[in-house]
């Protein structure tokens, strides 16, 4: 999944961004509040991790202008304040989850998974591609009830390319779902894991086709 972290603690958004990254995330990181306005305006991540007290923008501003545009994404909010009416403050303002620090990060990695499970719907868990089926929550693969070992970056272009419902996707959109946004990574790598992922999947009727300059699309067999 993608991930939009905004907190301008560099050594916690490292940590942070580390964990998430360890679990298979795909993680953007982003100090001011008023960089984040801009981003999160139009980035495609799946959840947000949201710093209360940011330079530029607060916290709680950028939460509350994302809720009044419609845009309905789980936010974590995360801060030192503890009081009560603290904590009533961001949920009212629209946060899905309230994280105190210091914080434990095995507790920030469960909340994120539970608001992740919260958001599929029981129609959404189980998909059929080719002879597979996906479980999204718990982001695997299944073939016949058995699960198909995939390298967690692998997986992520594979649901990247799923997502993409058989519509051509770049390989800077790939790279990007990957890494984050404007990570420093070459994006000849994403050649070398669509080959990869392509070997996996094949003996499935799935095929991942290229076009260059173009990028790449994932393709069922019909028979499947």
Same mark, same amino acid.
């Given at each position: ?102 914080? &434990?990060?095995?507790?920030? +990695?469960?909340? %994120?998974?539970? /608001?992740? #499970? *919260? ?5 959404? $868990? =189980? ?58 990574? &070459?994006?000849?790598?994403? +050649?070398?894991? %669509?080959?990869? /992922?392509? #070997? *996996? ?5 799935? $095929? =991942? ?16």
């Amino acid at each position: 999944m993608r991930i939009t972290l905004v907190e301008d603690n560099i050594s916690l958004a490292k940590g942070i961004c580390y964990r998430l990254e360890d679990a298979g995330h795909a993680v953007t990181v982003l100090g001011n509040g008023s960089d984040a306005e801009s981003h999160l305006t139009g980035d495609g991540a799946d959840l947000i991790i949201l710093d209360v007290n940011l330079p530029g923008t607060d916290g709680l501003t950028l939460l509350k202008r994302m809720r009044k545009r419609g845009d309905t994404r789980p936010v974590i909010l995360l801060t030192a304040r503890a009081q009560t009416e603290d904590r009533v403050l961001g949920l009212d303002a629209g946060a899905d989850d309230y994280l105190i620090k210091p914080f &434990e990060m095995a507790e920030l +990695e469960a909340r %994120v998974r539970a /608001l992740l #499970r *919260r958001r599929a719907t029981p129609q959404q $868990q =189980i998909l059929r591609i080719g002879a597979l089926n996906y479980d999204a929550v718990s982001r695997q693969l299944f073939a016949d009830g058995v699960e198909i070992d995939i390298p967690r970056r692998e997986f992520s272009v594979f649901e990247c390319l799923f997502a993409a419902a058989g519509r051509l996707v770049s390989k800077s959109v790939v790279l990007d779902h990957v890494y984050g946004v404007g990570a420093d990574v &070459e994006d000849t790598v994403v +050649e070398v894991y %669509v080959s990869r /992922l392509r #070997r *996996r999947l094949s003996p499935y009727g799935l $095929q =991942i086709k290229s076009q260059r300059g173009l990028g790449y699309q994932l393709l069922a067999d019909a028979s499947q």
